[in-house]
């Protein structure tokens, strides 16, 4: 399992897809600086560092100027905004993002590209500018991993299903597809952490749709069971484990313990799954997924059983200490 964390530059952030996010943007001035490195995606929209007060521009976010900057841009002496950008540019700042279609000001544009900072501009408002720079930098700056296994959405909840090559994780996830599961990602799944808690797994567009089975090669589930067939991402929710039957080993049998696998810091609930010939892994599988649905709600079988059989041996110790019950048929008196 490999771990990478990366950068996004300013000339990626760029040529991604904003568009598709209703975040049009648009290169005005500072192309010098498209290899500036964008290292949270949290922006700044300090306006008051245009005033004088600059101490809390932080290096690596992208700083917002909205209409009452620019406004306050226009209306300084062109030798009072030089000053005031120059002052805000020499905090190593990776670009600067003009929101609401407003046009930059003239000393703005030769500032940028005196300091090799991008200038971009965007039609959309602010607020929700913000909101999706902060969505598209999200995601592209977020910690990722590659692990060999299938990811499949079962009822709704994103399985992984890890173990040894040859274990049979593609068999057991066709077998899955075939009840009518959808399919994310065989044998390479990209894993990438949301927020502090989500783990969001895809599957490397080169090889999407696609799974390859022993005797069978490669094949394409979008093209043999049709697009409900396949989805492009999921949240990781619960980890299977696959492992070789071993006889005179022993294995979990109540499922009183949590075990958990952990992926990116992130701890997953992991089910270990013991494979032999006669089974029927995709049965357990859609099995473990139901039943770790019913855990998520609240309803945990094996520590209901628990509970009860610690109640009744509990009223039989009692039974033992002397206590009798009263006979059913008396009346008290």
């Known amino acids: 399992m490999s771990i990478a ?5 300013v000339g990626a952030l760029l040529r991604s897809r904003s568009e598709a996010v209703g975040l049009p943007l648009v290169l005005v001035s500072g192309a010098s600086g498209l290899e500036r490195q964008i290292t949270t995606p949290h922006i700044q929209k300090t306006g008051l560092a245009l005033a ?9 976010r992208i700083l917002i100027l909205g209409e009452s900057e620019i406004r306050y841009l226009e209306s300084l002496p062109s030798s009072s905004a030089v000053d005031a950008l120059r002052r805000t540019f020499s905090h190593q700042i ?3 993002l003009v929101t609401n279609g407003l046009p930059a000001p003239a000393e ?33 700056l977020a910690e990722r991993t590659i692990m060999h296994a299938v990811l499949m959405d079962i009822l709704g909840l994103g399985v992984l299903i890890v173990g040894e090559s040859g274990i049979g994780k593609s068999e057991c996830a066709l077998d899955l597809i075939v009840r009518g599961h959808r399919l994310i990602a065989d044998d390479t799944v990209e894993i990438r952490r949301r927020a502090e808690s989500v783990l969001i797994g ?9 799974m390859e089975v022993r005797g069978l090669g490669l094949i394409n589930i979008k093209d043999l069971f049709g697009v409900a067939a396949t989805r492009s991402s999921k949240r990781v929710e619960l980890v299977v484990q696959l492992e070789r039957w071993e006889p005179g080993r022993e294995y979990e049998r109540l499922g009183l313990d949590d075990l958990h696998y952990e992926i990116l810091g992130l701890r997953v609930p992991l089910l270990r799954m013991p494979v032999a010939p006669g089974r029927n892994v995709a049965i357990l599988v859609e099995v473990a997924a139901r039943n770790q649905l019913l855990r998520s709600r609240g309803h ?17 110790d009692e039974d033992e200490s002397g206590d009798v019950p009263p006979d059913p048929g008396e009346e008290e008196p």
């Open 5 to 9: 964390i990366p950068g996004v530059s």
């Open 52 to 60: 004088g007060f600059d101490a809390y521009l932080s290096p690596g």
């Open 94 to 96: 990776p670009a600067v």
């Open 108 to 140: 703005l544009r030769i500032e940028a590209d005196r300091a090799g900072v991008p200038l971009l501009s965007t039609t959309v408002p602010t607020a929700y500018a913000i909101a999706k720079v902060s969505a598209l930098l999200e995601d592209s």
């Open 202 to 210: 895809t599957c490397p567009d080169l090889t999407r749709h696609h």
């Open 300 to 316: 945990h079988a094996a520590r209901k059983l628990a509970a009860r059989l610690e109640r009744q041996l509990r009223g039989l």
